[in-house]
Each structure stands twice: as C-alpha cells, then as structure tokens.
C-alpha cells in the first residue's frame, strides 16, 4: 500500500473531523490496541493502526446516509439493519475508505466492515479489529488482568472467547442480535480447540 502513514494521518484526520471526540479517543485506543494485537500476533502494525483509527468514522451519519453510503459495497442491506441502519456504520466506512482514500487492500476492508457483528471465517485483521474495538482499555470488563488472560490464548481462542461473552452480554440487555452469532461462536470454539486453545 502506498504510503500508510500518509493513509493513517488522512484517516486519522478525516475520522476526527466527523465524530464527536470521545469516540474519537474511543478509536485511538482502539487503533493502539490494534496495534498491540498485531504485535502479538504477527501482523502488520500499521494496517492495524490504519483500521482502528477509521473503524468509526461514519458513526454519525444520517439514516439515510448512513443506508445510502452502505449500499455502495454492493451487498444487501437486511431488513435488520434498514431498521437499525447503526448496524451499518463498518459498512459505510470501509465504502469511504475505498472511494476517498483509494484503500484497496481487501483484508483491511472486510476487517472495518465487520467490526460490528463479526463474520464466519474472518481474516486475521477483522479478528484484530473485533476484539479490539470490544476490548480497549475503557471497556467496563476490560481490566488489566482481563486483557493478559486472553493475550494467552491464540487468535481464534480470543475471538472465541469474547464472541461468547459479547452475546451473553447482548442477550442480558434485551439488544437483538445477528442471526450467525451462535454459528460463528461455535466455528471459533472447534478452530481454537484444533489449535489447542
């Protein structure tokens, strides 16, 4: 990719600019911690830096907007998500991402379109990004002790583990939640346990 610091500081800039600042400290220690998973699991750092900081960029759209600018990956937009377009906020950035600062690699955008909910059979950055975005030092259950255990486990361990937790968490408050969830808990369970954890 051309130049990722001049993409993260557009990124950052641009990020900034369109939502309100404490979600905007909310990127910036997801991008660190972004950052920190790569690290530990052997990816590149800035791409996960580059991710983290815009994952939330198009937090404050419109409805309208926020559908309109989705749409253009070119997938269908679920009844789910026309009446919840919120849920569409990682689509619409990986859209920006793509048409304003010309982001091609595909892992990248897959990871900031699926922050949210997470997908079955995720690149490694959609993972990074997954876990950070629910895992970043302000989250309430995000204490220290909590981030080293799960820095134990492999990748697909953690996701694992947080997925699950994320759900029973959804399910607690009442919120709805994706159809896959409980599919895509179970895909992570049997690949960490192939893996030995």
């Not at 500081?9 to 911690?33: D, L, Q």
């Not at 399910?171 to 994706?178: A, D, M, N, P, Q």
């Amino acid at each position: 990719m051309d130049d990722i610091k001049q993409k993260i500081k557009e990124i950052g800039k641009y990020t900034k600019e369109n939502i309100k600042p404490s979600r905007y400290e909310h990127s910036k220690r997801v991008a660190k911690m972004c950052v920190k998973l790569c690290r530990r699991y052997g990816l590149d750092e800035k791409k996960g830096y580059l991710i983290g900081i815009g994952h939330d960029m198009c937090k404050y759209l419109s409805n309208d907007e926020m559908i309109k600018t989705a749409s253009r990956d070119g997938n269908d937009i679920s009844e789910e998500e026309r009446n919840t377009p919120m849920l569409l906020h990682g689509r619409a950035a990986a859209v920006i991402m793509k048409e304003k600062f010309f982001i091609t690699d595909n892992e990248l955008l897959e990871a900031v379109a699926n922050h949210v909910s997470g997908m079955l059979g995720m690149c490694d950055y959609t993972k990074i990004l997954f876990l950070a975005d629910k895992c970043e030092p302000k989250r309430p259950q995000s204490t220290k002790k909590y981030r080293k255990n799960l820095m134990k486990l492999s990748l697909d361990g953690m996701t694992a583990s947080v997925l699950q937790e994320n759900y029973e968490f959804l399910l607690k408050k009442g919120f709805s939640i994706y159809p896959n969830t409980k599919k895509m808990i179970q895909y992570y369970i049997d690949k960490a346990g192939k893996e030995g954890n």
